[in-house]
């Protein structure tokens, strides 16, 4: 008992320890999955962001383009004639022809106001004339619109200065996002963003090369300002501490050897939804916007507009998760495996330990059988050997005592030498054909005599006596048997065999009228060397287990069975054989 359990304690831990290597396997297979789609579905969001930064710049470039490309003269309401590139201060002269600036009437949705900066601090716009300019306006009858662009200059008054424009407009194209993030490769992992940038900033070269974040003029004291060579344009946020942030594109000019500042004002609302409203097909969740950039970031490079100070954000895409992968199919491979390899095991470590039962149950039962007839075999013979016994009548009882035992003892040892024989498969049958009634008479003697030793008859009751079978004599006679033994041991007289046949199989029916087998005795009555107690005593019975094993095995091997009947009172036991394959035949011609 000790050895089963500790064997079974042993395979329990194996188990468990498979199952959690296996279970820690599948954890971190899973994670790495899980890890590898939330990588694609970052990429995938990485692309799909990129994909609408180009639309963004595709969009807003050549619009920035144009503002940058227009002529200086155009930030003055009127400009003379004669002088229109020189005098970018707007002093007029008496008899000048003036020419109303195109900005004048200009209307846009995304830039409301342009303005000019000189270097006295003085701000303009040529969309809010003053003075005679205005004058002129009017006397014109030019519908311009002011009132609204006049709130618009007085917040630019207020947040811009010369002194302001100049750091940030003359540091030169080093202030550029790739230029600075270049200087910072060495110090951040953010390499491949950078070149990321600089390649969709370079294939924007051609619409960008009036518009920049830095100036690209020299300083020099040129009073002549080229409209084909304006200064370019940089983007500044203007802090306003009451209304938020403004954005402005200002670029600096020269107007007699002095600085000035153009500029134009961005309404970045509007045009934050308008390049938003671009992108509506490049497969973005729902939720981006464009977020203000004072610093550009290496590890957010990628997600930075190249004209715009600002950085798209967009909330990543639930991470989906394959519904079967190769790594899923490997796992529950490898849990199959570990299911059939611990139920393969327990099934042979049962079988081992029920062959071991066996093995000592038989030990056992073969040594108590043996035990009794050896003992009576010595103290019998050495008494009629010493001449103990002088009474003849005792002398013949004692020799028939020693018979008995020795046919007993030649029962036990064929009831195993032919289980082991058809254990290992070594049985052949010898069929014949015989007729059921003289297949029972000949073994009908030795049955008889086995219920006489027990003190009881036996009733042979055989009907469709002539039908033939096809059968082994000797095994047939040996199943009947050890059926009888079985009955003379545990059942109740009286003691029945009949024998029936019909066209497909005969049957042999043994019925004692003793208690039966109980309900619990039955799933195992066939089991070898397995006896079953049943009432108080039968323990005593002789035998080692194996004649109703042995019997339903020869049966199987001649192509029947032995089964146990429901019947009451006691126990019915029926073999069955197959009839004889000539008489099937005729039968089915018939």
């Not at 195109?102 to 342009?114: A, D, I, K, Q, Y």
């Not at 200002?250 to 609302?269: C, E, I, N, T, Y």
């Not at 895409?317 to 390899?341: C, F, K, N, Q």
Request: aromatic residues 6%.
């Amino acid at each position: 008992m000790r050895l089963r359990t500790a064997t079974w304690t042993a395979f329990g831990a194996c188990v468990v320890c498979g199952a959690m290597l296996l279970a820690w396997m599948t954890t971190v297979m899973l994670a790495l999955e899980r890890a590898e789609a939330s990588a694609r579905a970052h990429a995938a969001h990485e692309v799909a962001l990129g994909g609408a930064l180009w639309q963004m710049d595709g969009w807003l470039l050549p619009i920035l383009a144009e503002e940058a490309q227009r002529p200086t003269s155009d930030y003055l309401a009127f400009n003379p004639v004669n002088d229109a590139y020189t005098n970018l201060l707007g002093k007029l002269s008496p008899g000048d022809v003036l020419t109303p600036s195109p900005l004048l009437t200009f209307r846009s949705e995304w830039f409301p106001l342009h303005f000019q900066v000189d270097a006295d601090g003085k701000v303009t716009s040529p969309q809010v004339p003053l003075g005679n300019q205005l004058d002129v306006a009017q006397s014109q009858a030019i519908p311009i619109a002011v009132d609204d662009k006049r709130e618009l200059l007085h917040r630019i008054k207020e947040l811009v200065s010369p002194s302001k424009l100049i750091a940030h407009c003359s540091v030169g194209n080093d202030n550029l996002p790739e230029q600075q993030l270049r200087k910072e490769q060495t110090a951040t992992d953010g390499a491949e963003s950078v070149t990321n940038y600089s390649q969709r900033a370079q294939a924007t070269t051609p619409a960008r090369q009036k518009m920049a974040w830095a100036a690209t003029t020299s300083d020099s004291d040129s009073t002549v300002v080229n409209p084909s060579s304006a200064a370019a344009l940089v983007p500044l946020w203007l802090d306003d501490p009451s209304r938020g942030a403004y954005l402005v594109f200002v670029r600096r000019v020269m107007a007699q050897g002095r600085p000035l500042f153009q500029g134009v004002l961005a309404d970045w609302s509007k045009l934050s939804a308008a390049l938003l409203a671009a992108i509506d097909d490049a497969g973005i969740a729902h939720g981006a916007r464009l977020v203000r950039v004072d610093q550009p970031d290496p590890k957010r490079v990628t997600h930075l507009l190249t004209v715009v100070p600002a950085c798209l954000e967009a909330t990543p895409p639930p991470v989906v998760m394959p519904g079967w992968t190769p790594g899923r199919t490997l796992l529950l491979t490898a849990w199959i495996a570990l299911l059939l390899t611990a139920l393969t095991v327990a099934l042979t470590l049962r079988a081992a330990l029920v062959f071991g039962d066996r093995r000592a149950r038989f030990a056992s039962a073969i040594t108590h059988e043996l035990r009794t007839p050896l003992t009576t075999f010595r103290m019998y013979s050495e008494m009629l050997a010493k001449g103990m016994v002088k009474d003849p009548a005792r002398q013949q009882h004692y020799l028939e005592t020693l018979q008995s035992e020795s046919d007993r003892l030649a029962r036990l040892v064929e009831n195993v030498l032919g289980y082991a024989r058809i254990e290992d498969g070594r049985f052949t049958a010898r069929i014949e054909r015989v007729a059921l009634g003289e297949l029972v008479a000949r073994a009908q003697p030795v049955l008889e005599r086995r219920a006489a030793d027990a003190g009881w008859t036996l009733v042979v009751h055989v009907q469709d006596g002539d039908v033939p079978i096809d059968a082994d004599i000797d095994a047939v006679g040996q199943i009947l048997f050890n059926l009888v033994d079985n009955a003379c041991k545990y059942g109740k007289p009286p003691l029945e065999l009949r024998a029936t046949a019909s066209r497909a199989q005969a049957k042999l029916s043994l019925r004692d009228h003793g208690v039966g087998v109980p309900a619990a005795q039955r799933a195992r009555i066939f089991t070898p060397f397995d006896r079953g107690a049943r009432e108080p005593g039968d323990n005593e019975v002789p035998g080692v287990g194996l004649g109703l094993a042995l019997a339903r095995e020869l049966a199987r091997d001649l192509g029947g069975n032995v089964v146990l009947e429901d019947t009451a009172p006691g126990a019915c036991f029926t073999l069955t054989l197959p009839a004889s394959a000539q008489r099937s035949g005729e039968g089915d011609r018939a």
